[in-house]
């Protein structure tokens, strides 16, 4: 089957060593922002003594980056 006529291949992350090296088409995402989201909830969740946080609900921005699988 030959790609990307007959078929697209999509990677997610955009690891640089598997994304640049096979010229995988990947989505993007913001993982420096999703690591400080994550990271303030775990602090916020330790603050309050294992308390019961409520709900987060936050969207990052993705970017897709086209190569040669797309």
Do not use: Q, Y
Not at 21 to 49: F, G, Q, V, W, Y
């Amino acid at each position: 089957m030959s790609v990307p006529d007959k078929l697209a291949i999509l990677g997610i992350d955009d690891m640089p060593t598997v994304s640049e090296l096979l010229s995988l088409s990947t989505i993007r995402h913001p993982i420096n922002e999703l690591a400080e989201a994550a990271s303030k909830l775990m602090i916020e969740s330790i603050e309050t003594d294992g308390k019961r946080l409520d709900p987060v609900e936050e969207v990052f921005p993705t970017e897709l980056m086209v190569r040669r699988t797309s």
